[in-house]
T-cell receptor, first 113, second 112 residues
Framework: KAGVTQTPRYLIKTRGQQVTLSCSPISGHRSVSWYQQTPGQGLQFLFEYFSETQRNKGNFPGRFSGRQFSNSRSEMNVSTLELGDSALYLC????????????FGQGTRLTVV | SQKIEQNSEALNIQEGKTATLTCNYTNYSPAYLQWYRQDPGRGPVFLLLIRENEKEKRKERLKVTFDTTLKQSLFHITASQPADSATYLCALETGTASKLTFGTGTRLQVTL
């Protein structure tokens, strides 16, 4: 079966701009989580969506938002980009919530200049 | 404060030996713990999951232990191969949500 697909793979944006990243989970998976990975902070949880509702949110400012559609596809948005937002953004899908393995996409490498 | 530490940033071992990676946590009561492998430029890949009431799990050359008293998990790769070279991450989940808290990772290098 097809894996988790994230688009785009690479993105370069300017400070102050906004960006939207997309994630298509594995078919049948209803839970989508987003993570930010940086060399300094490692992998940090951003938010989790299940049945089109945000179920959990990490410790990130309100500039980071997301949504999930009825087909379980998810998008995350970062507004007013800062240099520190440069990171690898990873999406993970799971069949359901909790006690199950997470399948990660390849990530979107965002560079803010 | 809550902390997850993987006590070796990098580990170099010889092919054929057993690699042992450590994950220690403080101020968590995890429901379960997972181990992932990550190669450069790619997303993490799930390896093993162990519940709080399980002591040990095995999968082929992989073994993970979970000691909730010591607040520690050990991850073993037996008969290691150069293809096992990667960064290994432990992750905790404390509830029923799909919210994983990751350790900083251990970079394993297996040499001939």
């Amino acid at each position: 079966k097809a894996g988790v697909t994230q688009t785009p793979r690479y993105l370069i944006k300017t400070r102050g701009q906004q960006v939207t990243l997309s994630c298509s989970p594995i078919s049948g998976h209803r839970s989508v989580s987003w993570y930010q990975q940086t060399p300094g902070q490692g992998l940090q949880f951003l938010f989790e969506y299940f049945s089109e509702t945000q179920r959990n949110k990490g410790n990130f400012p309100g500039r980071f938002s997301g949504r999930q559609f009825s087909n379980s596809r998810s998008e995350m948005n970062v507004s007013t980009l800062e240099l520190g937002d440069s990171a690898l953004y990873l999406c993970a899908s799971s069949l359901t919530r909790g006690l199950t393995e997470a399948f990660f996409g390849q990530g979107t490498r965002l560079t803010v200049v | 404060s809550q902390k997850i530490e993987q006590n070796s940033e990098a580990l170099n071992i010889q092919e054929g030996k057993t690699a042992t990676l450590t994950c220690n946590y403080t101020n968590y009561s995890p429901a379960y713990l997972q181990w992932y492998r990550q190669d450069p430029g790619r997303g993490p890949v799930f390896l093993l999951l162990i519940r709080e009431n399980e002591k040990e799990k095995r999968k082929e050359r992989l073994k993970v232990t979970f000691d909730t008293t010591l607040k520690q998990s050990l991850f073993h790769i037996t008969a290691s191969q150069p293809a096992d070279s990667a960064t290994y991450l432990c992750a905790l989940e404390t509830g029923t949500a799909s919210k994983l808290t990751f350790g900083t990772g251990t970079r394993l290098q297996v040499t001939l």
